[in-house]
């Protein structure tokens, strides 16, 4: 038996204004190689100098998973030649990144956590873009220069689910922070995973192969499983030397297979120096005080939501899942919804609908505030469920977003009045004398025909809680 293990190194583009070392702007821009300037072109002479705005995005991320957020960095060249980096050297942190050690906690399916452990964060320069046209091959140097934020776990993640329950996690957190769009289609939040798997007691770790820029969580799994296969044939089969070697592989979709994309370099191999363009990153008092400026985290939320509003863990874990679907939770609650009641209609009615007609929770029909206060009507006994549920689908389709209105105009109002209940019941029971006969002499199943002919009777209006108690109340 094998034991897997695995450590992730993640780049999150960083979602500032305008590029690492110098003033070109991160945005989209229409024609290739126009936010460019002789920096982000690697002129010679041209100096860079460091974005404060990366910096402060990068130390929040530090104070997030209480790492210790240096007051002092630096930067290194790390050497090697490509069409799409004009300098042959990419600017990163290698002696002294600007956040190290930290910690991440996950949640496993068996409802225990872990933690794990971060190396570092460390900021660096993007690349440009090579395009493959016909005979040809352009570059496109718009993207280089680009804020990225390398951030690495230790290697303590044990199977697939524990990689994808950490990548999700710290993809929840940089898009709490607001610092990365994490757009994983678009490049944003990708990754590297390295991979080995030793027998089981084994202390050494066995050889690690480094799976380069997956960008979805189903991928990661698919290479993790693949890999994990691959590599416990060969030790199984005696052949674990000549198969596995520190390499970097590539996750071939298609094909479902990792396939060797080249050797591993060693770090000599990129003849890493100190940049002496540019001189330690120094932060100040302020920029502390900037970067501590941070929303509520995932793991506060949850604490939060089970202590003081009596939330399961498991609610609570979806519920902060994703920013968008917390803060859509909590402007519910400020509705006057409770919560209980909040979570099952935004995770099942609500995203159930949304799932069927193709939107998300930021393009949802329904906001917030009209769901909040469409919940706290049934909480409140105004409408039934199944009146709500006739509301929201109503509202999925039309434009109408007025519930008092929509209630009406519905006929969806519940009766909770004693007194109207109670003309019914007195009505049904005054035709049914001789079932009333038997229900009294023992059978007590008859009840529920009472419950079912009294809400006919109303149209399906009076509140059935209402109902079953004031017809105990009258048949005694
Ligand atoms: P490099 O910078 O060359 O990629 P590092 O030593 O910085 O190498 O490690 C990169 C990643 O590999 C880290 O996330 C680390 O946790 C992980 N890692 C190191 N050793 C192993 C191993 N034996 N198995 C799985 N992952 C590992
Ligand atoms: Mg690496
Ligand atoms: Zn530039």
Not at 20 to 39: G, M
Not at 209 to 219: G, H, L, M, P, T
Request: one cysteine or more; proline letters at 3%.
């Amino acid at each position: 038996m094998f034991e897997t293990v695995i450590g992730l190194e993640v780049h999150v583009q960083l979602n500032t204004k305008t590029k690492l070392f110098c003033s070109c702007p991160t945005s989209f821009a229409e024609h290739q190689n126009s936010n460019t300037c002789p920096t982000c072109l690697a002129l010679p002479g041209a100096l860079p100098v460091v974005n404060e705005e990366a910096a402060i995005k990068a130390m929040r991320l530090g104070y997030a998973i209480n790492a210790n957020v240096n007051h002092t960095s630096y930067f290194d060249r790390k050497s090697y030649f490509y069409p799409d980096s004009p300098s042959a050297y990419q600017i990163t942190q290698l002696t002294k990144a600007i956040v190290q050690k930290g910690e991440v906690f996950i949640d496993l399916k068996d409802g225990s956590q872990k933690r794990i452990g971060m190396t570092q964060a460390h900021l660096e320069a993007d690349a440009g873009k090579n395009i493959h046209e016909g005979d040809y091959s352009k570059v496109d140097l718009n993207r280089a220069g680009t804020p990225l934020l390398e951030i690495v776990s230790e290697p303590d993640m044990r199977s697939a689910d524990e990689a994808v329950a950490f990548l999700k996690k710290l993809h929840a957190t940089v898009r709490y922070l607001d610092i990365s769009d994490a757009n994983m289609q678009e490049g944003s939040f990708r990754c590297d995973v390295n991979v080995s798997v030793r027998p089981k007691g084994q202390e050494a770790f066995g050889t690690r192969v480094e799976i380069k820029n997956i960008n979805s969580f189903k991928f990661v799994a698919d290479a993790i499983a693949y890999e994990v296969q691959r590599q416990s044939e060969s030790y199984e089969d005696g052949v674990y030397e000549e198969e596995v070697y520190q390499e970097t592989r590539l996750w071939n979709v298609e094909q479902g297979v990792t396939k060797s994309m080249r050797g591993k370099e060693e770090a000599a191999d990129y003849r890493y120096f100190p940049d002496p363009d540019l001189r330690p990153l120094i932060v100040t008092q302020e920029m502390i005080d900037e970067a501590k400026k941070m929303p509520e985290l995932p793991d506060a939320k949850v604490k939060r939501y089970i202590d003081s509003l009596g939330m399961k863990r498991y609610d609570a874990l979806v519920i902060t899942s994703d920013k968008e679907m917390a803060y859509f939770f909590e402007e519910m609650l400020v509705q006057g919804a409770v919560a209980k009641t909040a979570v099952t209609w935004l995770t099942s009615e609500l995203l159930g609908r949304l799932n069927k007609a193709g939107f998300s929770i930021e393009s949802s029909p329904v906001d917030a505030k009209t769901l909040g206060t469409l919940v706290a009507k049934i909480s409140d006994d105004t409408i039934s469920g199944k009146g709500a549920k006739e509301i929201l689908d109503y509202m999925m389709d039309n434009e109408s977003r007025d519930i008092e209105a929509l209630i009406d105009e519905l006929g969806l109002a519940q009766v909770s009045d004693d007194g109207a209940i109670l003309a019914i019941i007195d009505e049904i029971i005054a035709k049914n004398a001789d079932k009333v006969e038997q229900y009294k002499g023992g059978k007590e199943k008859l009840f529920g025909f009472f419950v079912g002919q009294t809400m006919k009777a109303s149209k399906g209006s009076a509140n059935p809680g209402k109902v079953n108690a004031l017809l105990k109340e009258r048949l005694g």
